[in-house]
């Protein structure tokens, strides 16, 4: 049975006016499903290129973390580099802090100087430090100086003598092979005299 025509124009009029509301609002309908599709199909077609640039930034910061932990061990004056009861530093401790002062780039002229036992020993440390650098001149004006409680890894001089003197005795006395590879006698060294006539 067929629809009489004015019911049918009744219908489309219906349909009309609730689509007719529902296309002009924001983000609806078939403009949301092209704008979604034409975004899935630009990240398609970068993929990796958006996410790359943040895995190289996980990896380039663990070593920015490393290189800066390398300088702060290098350039911290430790224990072994202040006098126990005053916190003065000795002429080893001076020597480093002229070292680092002088030789070091300009970004990594950072001191870490090893906290004491107390906090007038730590402010002892500082104030020898900073009078340590003083002396250098100009070049030491720009000097940050900090306090750290990571000490850098160390081992006595004894023991890194010991260590050294092992290796060494373990190494094996250098030869010539009896015979070469291919099977035929090596060079054999003789015990009288080379004199022929």
């Known amino acids: 049975m067929a629809m009489p025509a004015r019911k049918r124009i009744a219908v489309i009029a219906a349909i009309v ?6 296309s002009v609002q924001a983000d609806w309908g078939w403009n949301k499903l092209k704008k979604d599709a034409d975004l899935d199909r ?3 077609t970068a993929w990796p290129q958006p996410f790359v640039e943040m895995d190289v930034m996980e990896v380039t910061n663990a070593f920015d973390r490393m290189k800066h932990n390398g300088w ?4 911290t004056v430790g224990h072994t580099m202040f006098r126990d009861h005053d916190g003065a530093l000795t002429a080893t401790g001076h020597n480093s802090v002229r070292n680092i002062v ?5 970004n990594r002229r950072t001191l870490y100087v090893l906290n004491g036992r107390s906090e007038t020993e730590t ?6 430090t900073r009078r340590s650098v003083d ?7 720009s000097i940050q100086i900090m306090v750290t409680h990571h000490a850098p890894p160390t081992a006595s001089g004894e023991w ?3 260590v050294s003197r092992d290796w060494i005795k373990s190494i094996p006395i250098p030869q ?10 090596g060079v054999t060294t003789s015990s009288g005299d080379d004199n022929t006539n």
Not at 123 to 128: D, I, K, Y
């Open 72 to 75: 702060r061990f290098h350039h």
């Open 135 to 141: 002396r250098l001149g100009p070049v030491g004006q």
């Open 42 to 44: 630009a990240r398609n």
């Open 160 to 162: 890194a003598n010991k």
């Open 102 to 106: 002088e030789n070091a780039p300009a």
């Open 123 to 128: 402010q002892a440390r500082l104030a020898s």
């Open 17 to 22: 006016s609730t689509l007719g509301p529902l």
């Open 176 to 185: 010539l092979p009896d015979s070469s590879g291919n099977g035929t006698a």
